[in-house]
């Protein structure tokens, strides 16, 4: 089993719909739980950053972590043909001395 | 955000020769940065942590004396691809671990990447 499993999409949607994407994990020592955005040829770009359950809001987007199922997501409003990225989540522990990532979900959002 | 910078953007070199990128910190000192590579629509594949003053440390799998890192400052990082082949053409990027501040005063642990470069080998 993988420590982290992420649909690799892609994922289309039309402007203005919700969008959903998610992360489930095995390690129960990963601590903090974060999401990137990973535009065409360039570096990732922290998104979200959040180390409990439940939901932090930051604009149109929002992280929720759940640690009982082991299961985050991050959910975009109103979406944008500019929210059109790759996400990535990624994952930390104290065992660990560097970031453990999803293999990525294309996002395309198409006016 | 913290800022962090490579350079080249992007190389084309020849089969044969060397090729050296660079990664820096803009805004704050980092002890530990990160060497990734990228295959396209593929994710970030770890090749090596390098720590200031001290040697980097290479994922399984990766060949240390092809990817030469160097870490001589809080606030740069070299890698150099040594008799670059064209299987070695990839998206090279680096982070550098920071802090990111929490609400209630906390924080902790993060990493800022830096914007890539595309290697190309012919």
């Known amino acids: 089993q993988k420590e982290v499993e992420q649909d690799p999409g892609p994922l289309s949607v039309p402007e203005g719909a919700i969008v959903s994407l998610n992360c489930t994990y095995s390690n129960s020592a990963f601590q903090y739980f974060m999401w990137y955005r990973q535009y065409s040829r360039k570096g990732p770009e922290l998104l979200m950053y959040?180390?409990?359950?439940g939901n932090k809001e930051d604009g149109r987007f929002t992280a929720q972590v759940d640690k009982s199922s082991k299961y985050i997501s991050l959910f975009i409003r109103d979406s944008q043909p500019s929210d059109s990225a790759t996400y990535l989540c990624?994952?930390?522990?104290?065992?660990?001395?560097?970031?453990?990532f999803g293999a990525g979900t294309r996002l395309a959002v198409h006016p | 955000g913290a800022v962090v910078s490579q350079h080249p953007s992007r190389v084309i070199c020849k089969s044969g020769t060397s090729v050296k990128i660079e990664c820096r910190s803009l805004?704050?000192?980092?002890?530990?940065m990160f060497w990734y590579r990228q295959f396209p629509k593929q994710s970030l594949m770890l090749m090596a942590t390098?720590?200031?003053?001290?040697?980097?440390?290479?994922e399984q799998g990766v060949e240390k004396d092809k990817f030469l890192i160097n870490h001589a400052s809080l606030t740069l990082s070299t890698l150099t691809v040594t008799s670059a082949h064209p299987e070695d053409s990839s998206f090279y990027i680096c982070s550098a671990r920071g802090t990111e501040n929490l609400a209630g005063g906390l924080s902790t642990d993060t990493q800022y990447f830096g914007p890539g470069t595309r290697l190309t080998v012919l």
């Open positions: 390098s720590n200031e003053g001290s040697k980097a440390t290479y």
């Open positions: 990624a994952f930390f522990s104290g065992g660990y001395n560097k970031l453990i």
């Open positions: 959040t180390y409990s359950s």
């Open positions: 805004d704050f000192q980092a002890t530990t």
